[in-house]
């Protein structure tokens, strides 16, 4: 088998594998296209996934051996090359192809805050200013980048440090980062590639601030690419991933920039330097939304989806230690603990494609709405989207680490994929608003509903549980009843009132006793975050009940999906039990049938494993993954990748300089 | 500053550290002499941590930007400069200095499983033997490694492939590795370096199997270090971190050795093919539990006590969003939600320092007995071993892992120093015994002591709670009665308890039931996991009260430890409430005492937090992070640790080969 071909059909499956897949319950194509979202996206998805493979440009064959600055390189060109394929094959540039580009190359390709440099310009830019600039960067004639985030400033936009000042006297802007916190630091394309950006700097006209506004300034020269007078510019550094992206810090010194330089579709300096706003700018707030809902799946959760598929298959294949005395060393997926840790991310990746699918849709509808100028369900959206970026994000990232790790030794080589998967998906708590800033601001909302449906009024349909009458308690009496969605939503829903109540009780209580309302709220942000998980988590659940409904003429896959559903509610409550008997809502004998059903599942699922990750469907081209190919010749694909490292056919100094004086020392003895 | 200095004293401290600094509640010199073990430990540590940083061959100055086989030869570089500098210096190979040696250089040594090779000779190897060979090694005119993990078996060792088979015909041994997953792989030292290797291998003689063996092979020429006939040894390619370090593989086909290269102390194949076995080889056990001990402190707590250096004093000069309205944006070791995620972690250090020292006294308490051939405490040291091997692994990677996120973006920046210690010590988690294999050897003892103490037989004293009369409920009926350690101590002990008893009832049921015993265990792992984490957890709590209990002539420092002891256990209770209230030893309304308590104790820790890292004592050489250097100028590191990036000095081939053609493309647009 050669590891790094598309897939290893019509190669041996290992018989550990193949048994595995023997006699399925279910048609693994159905859910494939189930998990695609139709049978027209599986046959499209396919077909990118080939041609990318296909092209040796874009062969990823040495990747794990490559230093970053070979990285950033592939990157660009594969950029470049991609540019002239998709015109070739008549693909869209902003069509459904793409996604699927990116996930057959994972991501390595360059240029992407270029993109951003343009949908930023088409959005907030007059017209004028599109037509100036968007041909130009477009063709690649200029390269931008989005210089938003500084040294010492991110998420809190209102920190930012750089100004932008306008002078009449030469109908300029002067651009200043005055300090050094001031600094742009991390936008991608920045460091090596770009030759403008777009600034992000505090408005200041007439002897007043107006807040943040975007500028184009250009940092390096279009005839040499050295940075312009002024401007210092450069890479930060290494990071803990994204080697191929060269993130950059930018120092302006007095820049100066035309007037024309100020992005103004929403607001503009005058002449006489006056400043006028015009239009709402609460689009731009859309925009960082879509950005999250993109990602989710994109980014996070394929990695989980990948290192389920990897971990699983490889775990069918691994043998060790004694489980039957005197039997063959057993399959390590025969083991309960390794099903407790690799079947709950399982479920979980079904759960939140599930989720993905319905944050997509309930976006679609706010933006037809906002589109009419109507923005009552922003507020509603901005709190499901910021909590699931946070929820989905570290279930995904805390996920992968948890199938690297239960990979064993081997799942710490490059080889197996993972470490990557898990230094990439980790970024994703960070970037797009660090996580515990935004389960705050879903927090404030959720806080809000409370105090809304305490007074009566209606409350959106996310949180209807904060209006509707409390039960007094779990009604079930057997491990059994666990295994109904009525019984376990219902425990998600109380679980979540009642840490919103109490939340928001302990702060009205401490402001109505005198303490300043910050205050408050900062001495109760540790049980606010964990009510927005919950929140997040009672959503899940109820999405993928709800999604479960819908596949009555599959049954096969509907029992086994349902299975899923089981398993990821009850390993919540398993894992989360304090909160669901703190107020007694389940007894400690309702949580032993918890656990019972719980471990009971992880045996139902044991057989479908391996099947239910051959759904999500990836080719050994995707994952470049030692131990998760198709074929599961794991140990055959880990030597031969040892024997093809470019590293072990040079010679190394250390012979002899160090080691041969020592050894060819008083040979005599030997 | 510069950054990679010992030291940053004398420079300029950041105003905002300086400030937490400035009235000390407690001698934080006394704290750190408490650390280490006393006031001459502190200036033995010290002295020899000075000497390594002002040595100029030891420069750390660019570690981030290296490849791997620049990490690997200032590796193997180090060490042979370190072996000079020892001798000059007068130091004692195996005394306390060297330990202090690796602290300074961050581990940055090669050649660490050659010495794990002289050991190995020195414990097994006969007289004879070690005189052959040990003075060859030790001169390094042989470099030897310990070949035993194989691709295809890790922690299982009875399920190793490799077989060596007595030829009494020529009184040699056959060495083979029969197929694939034979191969050896993962040794250090044997990718490039090591001319020798003790490999494990399955005996077989006169048509017996006789289970594992030492056998010294040679694998390179020491002419031309060049593989020797029917040896196949390679490095095995990138991995997660340990760049430095070149883990191998080796394949041998029929390999003949003599007779006399088995090491043969405890057992010797005689001429004729039969096999002695001698002495006890329960020492061999005792090995395997010294490298635990020994690691704990040197590469897992240190890991952490790092991190949380790092983090801390970062988040005490970082400043981010509003706390309150129209002030300065405060430092974010002012949010709660960043103080639950460090305090906890820091309290951890401290529980974890302790409870090493414990593991260190019972180590020695046993190898004691031992020697006088007493190896009735052999089990409890084993189980308390592999239980704290596990629980602080885990404790600390995880941690380790938080505090790199709690500093935002930048703790993705290697310059950060986070990534790589969080890289380097998830390794531990599986090296030297995967955790759960580990976790359910200690639950199979405490399983094994729950049986006894039902039938009336005493228990070893750690646990001492499964023969005590369990009380009925916890007494406490304030949120102050949780600062009494023995309340929290007895909730701890009860959790344990019914943990053990639980998942031992739930086997013993079931095999009276006719459920074969191996399945009735495999059926319960997930339970006693958690309970052998229980009983660990409980220890640090126990150690760290009677540790307390030792400083009575230094009561500040009390005071502020004794805050550390009940974050950590309140912590333990908060984030496992499940376990305190299923079966009602906690209600729920003790469960809202807890958390008040819990969150009432970040609040006072607040102000010692920085001084509590400083008294780990790490100079900026240890720490390598621009965030965490010890005069807070991280803005200033960052920025010129960007600057002095090698790779930035280079000219990348993107620009001419990628970018210029289309930048200068109809250039008159602008």
Redesign the interface.
Known sequence: MVWWKASSVGHDINPDLASERASPSFSVETLINIVDGGVEVTRLRRSVVSEINKDPVFSREYL??K???ER??SA??NT?HLKNKIKSLGWDEDGPEIEYVYRALGGEVGLNIHKVFIKTLSTLGTDEQIAKWL??AS?????GTYAQ?E??????L??LETTATFDPTTQEFIIDTPQ??A?K??PGDL???C?HAVVLAQLHTKGKAHGMHPFIVQVRS??D?TPLPGITV???????AFEHIDNG?LMMRSIRIPKENMLSRYCEVLPDGSYIKRGSDKINYFTMIHVRVSLLRGEVLESLMKACTISIRYSAV????????GDR?PKIL?????Q?KLFPLLASCYAIVFTVKHVANVYNDVYKEIRMDNFNSLPQLHALTAGMKAFATEVCSGGV?VCR?AC??H?????SGL?TLY?KV??S???EG?N??LY?QTARFLVKCFAGAQSGKPVPPDVSYLSSPLSSGCQATTHSDFRNPEVYLKAFEHRVYRLVASAATKIESLVLSGV?P??AW??????L?KASMAHIHYLTVKVFISSLNSLSNQPEIKTVLKRLCDLYALHGIFT?????????YLS?KQ??MV?TAY?GLL?EIRKDAVLLVDAFDYTDYELLSALGSYDGNV??N??E???K?P??K?V????E????P??????S??
């Open positions: 794990y051996f230093t970053p600055s950033y390189e660009v060109r470049f041909p130009l063709n690649y004639q200029i390269i985030t040294l010492g400033h991110g998420t809190y209102r920190g050094i916190t600094t630091w991390w460091g090596k590639t030759t279009l005839r690419h450069g890479d930060i550094g290494p990071k803990m810090y691994r043998r060790q230690s004694e489980l039957k005395p060393e025969d083991y309960q603990t390794q407790q680490e790790r064993g030794g799942g710490y080589s490059l080889y470490p230094t980790i970024a708590c960070t970037y660090e515990t800033v705050l300043e910050y205050m900062n001495n109760n942000s540790v049980e975050v989360s039990a304090g909160d669901f008997l703190q107020h007694g400690g949580l032993d656990t471990l045996a140990y055959h880990l030597l990748w040892a024997r490292n590293e072990s040079k190394s100094p250390v012979y300089n160090y080691l041969k020592y050894l060819q020392s008083n040979q003895k030997l």
